[in-house]
């Protein structure tokens, strides 16, 4: 199993970024995904989750309103479309697949794979 995150950088406040997972290794069609981000100094904090076929999403309220999730199940690849971006942004923002366990998609405990990380930094 692998997960591959790109597209991270740094933009202005304001700006925006997509950030893509590639995932192998498995059936990414059969799991729930999630994007997770750990700022500097602090602990991982749930972004935002996906259905397996992508038509329902969640967001923490943090960023909802300004990110989107979205998947392409034939290309294998997770999407975290972030617009209107603001400092407290900046993070280490990670893919994860959703494992067995309950139906909530917010326990990070239950995300089984993931990837390495792509940096998001927001700054003037």
């Known amino acids: 199993v692998q997960l591959v995150e790109s597209g991270g950088g740094m933009v202005q406040p304001g700006g925006s970024l997509t950030l893509s997972c590639v995932v192998s290794?498995?059936?990414?069609?059969?799991?729930?995904m999630s994007w997770v981000r750990q700022p500097p100094g602090k602990g991982p904090e749930w972004v935002s989750a996906?259905?397996?076929?992508?038509?329902?999403?969640y967001y923490a309220n943090s960023v909802k309103g300004r990110f989107t999730i979205s998947r392409d199940n034939a290309k294998n690849t997770l999407y975290l479309q972030m617009n209107s971006l603001k400092p407290e942004d900046t993070a280490l923002y990670y893919c994860?697949?959703?494992?067995?366990?309950?139906?909530?998609?917010?326990?990070?405990?239950?995300?089984?794979?993931w990837g390495q990380g792509t940096q998001v930094t927001v700054s003037s």
């Open positions: 290794g498995f059936t990414f069609s059969t799991y729930p």
């Open positions: 994860a697949r959703k494992g067995a366990g309950s139906s909530r998609l917010d326990r990070l405990y239950e995300y089984d794979y």
């Open positions: 996906i259905s397996t076929e992508g038509g329902t999403t």
